[in-house]
């Protein structure tokens, strides 16, 4: 299996070579064969230093190999898809597993700024790609990138403008890994520490916002996108009417169920006192009681809980498909486990509005559940209420019991 996977690195890193060599894009000068090749140097080092499995090794040089492959394509897509993109081509035509591709995809698209890695594997993958930050070629790999980004957006970027987008960016930026920060935070700061000396001004605020020069793949964070913190302020004020209204309809919805499981017991037990005594009204109460115990059914599965089998994967956490606010899905998780997970979820932005959305639809869902249930029980209970008071007064009035009727029906049936 190991020279299987050398086996297969080696074609990947021919292909690849390939790509870049045959790419014909102009300007292409910083995301090249040669900054691809230290990013893989730099995904062997950590994964040394972390003693990395057979498997995880093999997905993140793969990553690492085809994470800047989209820039040798054109497309409408951003870099990072293509790259992606490039990566399942090649993964397919040599049939590797599924797992083994969508833990690849993973990787690249973590590296999509923001950067919101979830495994260690994808720490790691971050933390290579940007490795260059603490390096004493820094200033040379800057300028390359600087003009290659003059050549896509088709103007010179001014000096100051450049220093600021790379200030701006080392504010937020930061290394996953237990690695990237004891061993590449060191020379990183160094950078950034020459970067501040050398800009002058420093309150002078570029119109633009500057620090998307250097990713502009990424677009802009949701935390500086129209709105600001009003949009914040809104989406989270909607999510709290919404999960707040989902809760008052189900809590209103088991109050009705149990009314009605009241109602049909009282009855229930009324009516086969009755069977029990007398079957002078042996049909009309047939079918009261019919009709209460289907109702009374009914009642109970909308009230009825589901149980989910409460544990989730690292894969599932990967794939962001885990519902972490819902308690079904984690309560046979150790505390250990489930820390982690939601320190991956609260760290990702995209996955934490994601469950978000998914705990308000599928609170939703119940709620949708129980009234559909509810409403099938009280349809039961109202037109068996009206067979069985039809039956009492059509035996009544032909005389079917053989016995002639001087009192009233409810207190024939209730003596």
Not at 55 to 82: I, S
Not at 204 to 228: D, S
Request: charged share 20%; net charge positive; with cysteine.
């Amino acid at each position: 299996m190991i020279d299987a996977n050398e086996q297969l690195l080696v074609a990947a890193q021919t292909h690849v070579m390939d790509l870049f060599r045959q790419t014909n894009r102009p300007g292409l000068v910083f995301h090249t064969w040669q900054q691809t090749e230290e990013v893989v140097n730099s995904c062997h080092e950590m994964a040394n230093y972390y003693h990395l499995g057979e498997e995880d090794r093999l997905v993140l040089l793969l990553a690492a190999l085809f994470h800047n492959t989209g820039y040798c394509t054109e497309g409408v897509e951003a870099p990072v898809e293509r790259s992606i993109a490039q990566a399942r081509l090649f993964l397919q035509s040599h049939k590797i597993s599924e797992t083994v591709r969508q833990r690849v995809v993973s990787c690249i698209k973590a590296t999509a700024m923001p950067q919101m890695p979830v495994s260690l594997v994808e720490q790691i993958l971050c933390d290579a790609a940007l490795a260059y930050f603490s390096k004493e070629t820094f200033a040379e790999q800057t300028r390359l990138l600087r003009q290659e980004q003059e050549a896509r957006i088709g103007r010179k970027i001014g000096a100051k403008e450049w220093r600021r987008a790379n200030v701006d960016f080392f504010k937020t930026h930061r290394y996953f890994t237990e690695y990237g920060q004891e061993k590449l935070q060191p020379g990183k700061d160094e950078n950034r520490w020459k970067l501040s000396k050398k800009k002058k001004r420093t309150e002078q605020i570029i119109a633009e916002q500057p620090a998307f020069l250097l990713y502009p793949q990424a677009g802009m964070p949701p935390a500086v996108k129209k709105g600001g913190k009003e949009t914040e302020k809104g989406v989270q004020t909607m999510v709290r009417i919404t999960s707040g209204n989902h809760m008052e309809l189900s809590s209103l919805a088991d109050k009705k169920a149990n009314i009605l499981i009241t109602v049909n017991s009282i009855i229930l037990s009324l009516l086969l006192h009755r069977l029990t005594v007398s079957t002078q009204y042996v049909w009309p109460v047939g079918i009261l009681v019919l009709s209460c115990l289907v109702s009374d059914t009914f009642s109970i599965l909308a009230t009825r809980p589901s149980v989910s089998s409460g544990k989730f994967t690292e894969e599932d956490i990967r794939n962001k498909r885990t519902n972490l606010l819902f308690f079904g899905n984690f309560y046979q998780m150790s505390l250990s486990d489930y820390q982690w997970a939601m320190k991956q979820m609260m760290e990702d932005r995209e996955y934490l509005y994601g469950t978000i959305q998914m705990d308000t639809y599928f609170l939703g869902l119940v709620v949708a559940k129980k009234y559909r249930l509810l409403r099938i029980a009280y349809t039961v209970f109202m037109i068996g209420m009206l067979a069985a008071v039809l039956a009492f007064l059509l035996m009544a009035i032909l005389g079917t019991n053989g016995h002639a009727h001087h009192e009233s029906l409810s207190a024939a049936f209730f003596r």
